[in-house]
């Protein structure tokens, strides 16, 4: 298939995005930047326009359907299409519309919520060690080899910082950083408020925790840039084209879709994280949804370097975080908060530019171009849900992401493939990572996050020392 790698603007096109609204996500754009019913948001405007893909018009066979074009779906079709296997990805939107393409972009190591402390506490040694360099040393390297085999241009920038809001904080993230020590990965050094100083200009924090192996990305290039992959080994890619069944039968798993049947020989996997849920036979209910909120500034008054000297992204530990990094042209990309009910663009506008202020008050004249929501998926146990079913035919489904995982995702993907192939393990691990069903949890979502956090926001308000973050 004749398609191009994604490719950078010099700044941004304010423009009509390419995909379709979907469920409560919304873009929102400074309305002295043009009028659209829909408009792109940061990542689709720093882009040129890309590829559409077709959608299924007809009945087909492959050996493996991906269901899903987003990180997840797009890394696993690739690692199989390295294999030389036949396989069909069908995305219900565009690539990289949902999640993948809508997140703050930040590289941060972990499965999902679960850090080395985490793994320590609930695995072996060994089984811990293992778990933690997947999804931390193995999962940034494999996303640079990536790119290299490719020749993709991602945006990504090494170095990361986790910035503590009270004195307390700093003793969490002194275990954590031993904690992944012990696991043999030393890439983290505890700083104190001046040094961390030097990495972002905000009178905000205490000290904080300066990671190396982290680092950060534009989401929506890789993506793309996982997808040109898969159709450069000759992957097919069906877009607007949503699954409404999944059936296993003597001969092989039938995909129906809005356009047409597919027959998957061998298996299926579903990388659609938060909506998964209505296609799995059991177990459905381990996940609630909650709504995600990024903004990206105007180009600022003042040099971005006098922000943020070393260009490192950073998130601090407050019970709802706020995260940030500098994107082109001297613009602040800024999120944060976690709600069970979807925010108005007015409130979100109003509650990002006023984080923004109280970060760096030093902004006497900030104003947002660009504001989106997006929606992800918690789990009870914090770790990502990681599925192998089926009968004759395998189908693997992950979902639970927690508003963490980036890199992780790409990695899970090709560990999806090689337990296809018989070539690794990996994925059986993260199987054995039991979740339990949360009864109602997805209609009492909207009444069930907010006491939840009120619960442990009054907690941090008890023991501010305790580093607790939503």
Not at 112 to 129: L, Q
Not at 160 to 169: C, D, K, L, N
């Amino acid at each position: 298939m004749n398609i191009n790698k994604p490719v950078f603007v010099e700044d941004v096109e304010f423009k009509l995005s390419r995909n379709q609204q979907s469920g409560k996500e919304w873009n929102w754009v400074n309305p002295k930047r043009g009028e659209f019913d829909f408009p792109a948001n940061y990542y689709e405007s720093s882009l040129e326009q890309w590829h559409q893909f077709d959608a299924l018009s007809a009945d087909i066979e492959c050996d493996v359907v991906v269901i899903g074009g987003g990180l997840l779906g797009a890394s696993t079709a690739l690692h199989l299409s390295e294999q030389g296997i036949d396989i069909v990805l069908v995305e219900k939107n565009r690539i990289g519309s949902a999640a993948s393409g809508r997140n703050g972009g930040q590289l941060t190591p972990g499965l999902a919520r679960w850090e080395a402390s985490e793994m320590i506490e609930r695995f072996s040694y060994e089984d811990a060690k293992k778990l933690w360099h997947f999804t931390s040393t193995e999962a940034m390297s494999l996303i640079d080899s990536i790119a290299d085999q490719y020749g993709l241009e991602m945006q990504r920038k090494r170095g990361h910082i986790t910035a503590a809001v009270h004195e307390g904080h700093l003793v969490g993230l002194t275990q954590g950083s031993d904690a992944r020590k012990f696991l043999g990965e030393a890439h983290t050094q505890v700083i104190g408020k001046h040094e961390l100083m030097g990495h972002v200009n905000s009178d905000n924090y205490c000290g904080g925790l300066l990671d190396t192996l982290g680092g950060h990305i534009h989401p929506l290039a890789l993506n793309r840039g996982l997808a040109y992959g898969f159709c450069k080994n000759g992957g097919k890619v069906y877009e607007q084209t949503e699954v409404i069944s999944v059936e296993e039968r003597e001969d092989g798993i039938y995909v129906t879709t809005n356009g047409g049947v597919i027959k998957a020989r061998k298996s299926v996997v579903m990388g659609v994280h938060h909506a998964s849920f209505k296609l799995l036979k059991e177990h459905n209910q381990t996940t609630i949804p909650f709504y995600t909120y990024v903004c990206t500034t105007a180009p600022l008054e003042v040099d971005l370097k006098d922000l943020l000297p070393t260009d490192a992204p950073v998130y601090d530990t407050q019970f709802q975080i706020d995260y940030y990094r500098g994107v082109s042209k001297n613009r602040l990309l800024f999120g944060g908060e976690g709600t069970g009910s979807c925010w108005s663009p007015e409130k979100t506008h109003q509650y990002l530019l006023g984080r923004i202020k109280h970060v760096f008050p030093q902004l006497q004249n900030v104003e947002l171009d660009f504001v989106w929501s997006g929606t992800t998926d918690l789990t009870m146990n914090g770790a990502a849900d990681s599925r192998k079913f089926g009968n004759k035919f395998p189908i693997y489904a992950v979902q639970g992401w927690s508003g963490h995982g980036v890199a992780q995702t790409v990695r899970i993907g090709k560990a999806i493939a090689d337990n296809f192939c018989g070539k690794a393990d990996d994925f059986n691990m993260l199987t054995s990572i039991q979740h339990k069903d949360i009864l109602f949890g997805r209609a009492l979502a909207p009444v069930v996050i907010p006491m939840a956090k009120s619960a442990y926001g009054l907690g941090a308000m008890i023991n501010p020392g305790k580093m607790v973050s939503f």
